[in-house]
Each structure stands twice: as structure tokens, then as C-alpha cells.
């Protein structure tokens, strides 16, 4: 009985439910969809999932546009554009940086103020669901891996690491092993 090759489409999901990264990008897309629904319950206007991370490095104490653009991974243009909006709808301010008189950082507005209350009151809605879902000892240790464990400098990789394939990793064997493997807690989280 020969086996059936899965699609393109079907390797690359499968693929991509192997690895760490995917589980954290659903997560917080899940996270952000609280959040956005928050946002519309206390009658704000939409933000984008950009505006929202620009909102949650600012909460982390994130204010220059240069070094928010770094962490989000988009251009100093692209950030410039969103402030500009997030301004005029009155989210955030620009403000003379007290440390370079030629640069600008960036605050809450009254109006933004008022939305990161909104956002900690559903952050702890949020984890109060993950705790219900998974547990109280599952929250507990995801907060200490997650927000309070130093992770150190991201990984580097040679060119030769990078082009480095052997045949444990490849798309094939990891659709096989991946098919095999059980959701663990409730498949919709």
C-alpha cells in the first residue's frame, strides 16, 4: 500500500505545528484577538496588530521610534506612518527627547491612557482564561519561562550551520512525525 504524499499546503502546516515558534505566533494572535475584542467593547476605534505591538513596547517602557521599528521589524518609515496616525487619533503624542534635542520619543495620549487601562483589564481576563484552560501551575511556570527568564542573546548561526541538512530535519520527516503527535489541551487555545 503506497502512501499518500501530503499537499504542499498540508506540509507546510503540519511543518509549522513542529516548531515552538508556531505555538507563540497562535498564541499571541489569540492574545491579541482578546485584546482587540476588549478594545471594541469599550467602544475604542480598531487598532491594527502593529499599533497594538507599538501600545505593548511602549507599556514595556519602549518610547524611541527607532528602537520600536527594531523590535517589531519594520522600517523607521513604517513606525513613523503608524505614529502619525496613531497621533491623530489621539493614542499617542510625540514629545522632544530629553536626552537628544533632535530626536522624538513617544507617550500615551489621554485617549491611549485610557485604552492601556482597557488592555490590563483584559490582559488579566486573558490569563485568568489560560489559567482556567491550563492550570494554575501551567500559568504560573509559562510566566516564568516566558516573561521572567533571561534569554540571553538571540542564536547565531554560521553559513555553514545554516545550509546544514541532515535527514531528521527534513519537510518530509518532520510532516511524518508531526502527523503522529496528539494536540495536547483544548485544540481551539
Given at each position: 500500500m503506497t502512501q499518500k504524499k501530503p499537499s504542499e499546503q498540508e506540509s507546510d502546516s503540519l511543518t509549522s505545528r513542529y516548531f515552538l515558534m508556531?505555538?507563540?505566533l497562535h498564541a499571541f494572535y489569540w492574545m491579541d484577538e482578546g485584546l482587540q475584542n476588549?478594545?471594541?467593547?469599550?467602544?475604542f476605534p480598531k487598532v491594527s496588530r502593529t499599533q497594538s505591538m507599538i501600545m505593548a513596547n511602549l507599556a514595556d517602557g519602549i518610547t524611541r521610534p527607532s528602537e520600536l521599528a527594531r523590535r517589531i521589524g519594520i522600517s523607521r518609515q513604517a513606525v513613523q506612518q503608524l505614529l502619525v496616525d496613531m497621533e491623530q487619533r489621539k493614542l499617542v503624542r510625540l514629545v522632544p527627547d530629553p536626552d537628544d534635542a533632535r530626536a522624538?520619543?513617544?507617550r500615551y495620549n489621554s485617549q491611549?491612557?485610557?485604552i492601556?487601562?482597557?488592555a490590563i483589564n483584559a490582559l488579566t481576563r486573558i490569563d485568568a482564561e489560560i489559567e482556567n484552560r491550563l492550570g494554575r501551575k501551567a500559568l504560573l511556570e509559562l510566566r516564568r519561562i516566558l516573561v521572567e527568564s533571561d534569554?540571553?542573546?538571540p542564536v547565531q548561526a554560521t553559513e555553514a550551520e545554516a545550509r546544514t541538512q541532515d535527514?531528521?530535519?527534513s519537510i518530509d520527516a518532520l510532516v511524518r512525525h508531526t502527523k503522529t503527535k496528539k494536540p495536547i489541551g483544548n485544540p481551539d487555545f
Amino acid at each position: 500500500m503506497t502512501q499518500k504524499k501530503p499537499s504542499e499546503q498540508e506540509s507546510d502546516s503540519l511543518t509549522s505545528r513542529y516548531f515552538l515558534m508556531s505555538g507563540l505566533l497562535h498564541a499571541f494572535y489569540w492574545m491579541d484577538e482578546g485584546l482587540q475584542n476588549h478594545f471594541k467593547a469599550a467602544g475604542f476605534p480598531k487598532v491594527s496588530r502593529t499599533q497594538s505591538m507599538i501600545m505593548a513596547n511602549l507599556a514595556d517602557g519602549i518610547t524611541r521610534p527607532s528602537e520600536l521599528a527594531r523590535r517589531i521589524g519594520i522600517s523607521r518609515q513604517a513606525v513613523q506612518q503608524l505614529l502619525v496616525d496613531m497621533e491623530q487619533r489621539k493614542l499617542v503624542r510625540l514629545v522632544p527627547d530629553p536626552d537628544d534635542a533632535r530626536a522624538k520619543i513617544v507617550r500615551y495620549n489621554s485617549q491611549g491612557l485610557e485604552i492601556g487601562q482597557v488592555a490590563i483589564n483584559a490582559l488579566t481576563r486573558i490569563d485568568a482564561e489560560i489559567e482556567n484552560r491550563l492550570g494554575r501551575k501551567a500559568l504560573l511556570e509559562l510566566r516564568r519561562i516566558l516573561v521572567e527568564s533571561d534569554w540571553g542573546v538571540p542564536v547565531q548561526a554560521t553559513e555553514a550551520e545554516a545550509r546544514t541538512q541532515d535527514n531528521d530535519s527534513s519537510i518530509d520527516a518532520l510532516v511524518r512525525h508531526t502527523k503522529t503527535k496528539k494536540p495536547i489541551g483544548n485544540p481551539d487555545f
